[in-house]
């Protein structure tokens, strides 16, 4: 097949035409990229008994075993076994494993060709991993998996449809050497559209980020959905208009329907226009993101991903058997596009609700498949021992999610301690609550309870109604670079 040539073009290309175009780009991959030059791999290929000249596509990915947040750790802390995710070219293993073409165009190419090898080879960029519960991964880059990441973040702004020359964005992601706040910042590189850091809570402070929003009056606001929708409280109690905004784009979290309601009300209250609200899905691991088409009434419509620069698989959480299309079961990741540190088949732990969807998308008309909207993870459920008798099953982020749609609260935390901070003693589940000025005070921790109950089949001990101001700051709002969620004070 003719590959496209931009991605226009891939946009319009046929699903038979994108699967093979994944399947090729897979096999180059395997044979002349990840087999050769990535220690970890060449075991796992040799191991499983899979020869990667016969590696085909996609189908034959299901011969290989997974690989896990902790096969990452582990090589990781072993200092011989640092660079095992790192493509690594040799001379030896170029002569040993490339097609002739591809040798002789580095023999003729001389000088060039080998600058050109080390542009795609060298790493020059790094970034981690910011899990809860393990130590942070390490993700190399070099100069072309930048390119890829730009070029990824540059079709995400035309996804969002965040592409006229005035366009203003405003970036919310905290300084860090993580991927939200790199790939907004090269998306404005590679596309030239003006993309303008606040550095977040921690940096310039919400009251600074407002600031720079009476100066630069923003039409498209980045940034992850807690702190943006507390900035947009906070321009709406500072008189801070938000006339110009058009576009937001969530990240790192995922935005329950109800939290856009109540961000699109104080984007009303700041003078706002139509805004669409858009989410996005990205992890370390991939080196990329991908993002939903806007919607008329902001209604989630599905991450599209690109067929040649990486491969989802779904499969069934327990038995790791691939799943058909269409079905609700772990997002599995494949590299197929990078150099410096490559993972195939990654247990991202995301279960997808829907699964992938291939076939013309009803909101932009691309080809492009879509991984369902709804994302939850496979290992949140925590295991609280509520009473002397036996575990509760709590999925914490369901309470999350139950809390930041209510109406009646305006911001939530949610800690676990031993009763009485006694370490022999039960469990307790305490929600904090600022609620929102309108609410009725005497009824909200009763309807905490019960919404929280249907939801999760577990009702807190304790609800503590907080002033604002207090709450904000228990949450790390303008300190932390995360705010603090779900915080549990048991002993470890
Ligand atoms: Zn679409």
Redesign the pocket.
Known sequence: MARPTSWKALGQTSTADLKRLADEQLTRFVREELYPFSRHYRRVFDEAGVDPRKFGGVADLARLPFTTKQDLLRAQTTPENRYDFVLRPSPELIKQHWPFARKLALVLGGAGAREALRYRYTPNFLTFTTGRSSEPVGFAYTPHDLDVLSEAIARMFD?VQVTSPDERIVNLFPFAPHLAFWAVTLGGFKTGRLVVPSGGGKVMGTDGSLRLFERLNPTAIVGTPGFTYHLLRRGNELGTSFQNVRTVVLGAEKTPPGLKDKMLECLRAGGAGKVRIVGTYGFTEARMAWAE?PTDDNSS?GY?VHPDLGVFEVVDPKTGAVLPEGETGELVYSTISGHGTCVIRYRTGDMCIGGIQWGV?P??G?TLPRIASELRRVSETHALNLTKIKGTLVDLSAMGQTLAEMREVEEWQVVLSKRNDDPFEVDQLEVRVAPRKDADRSKIAELISTRLHTATEVAPNKVTLLELDELLKLLGMETAMKEQRYVDRRPK
């Open positions: 996804v088409c419509s599209h998308c909101h932009c691309r």
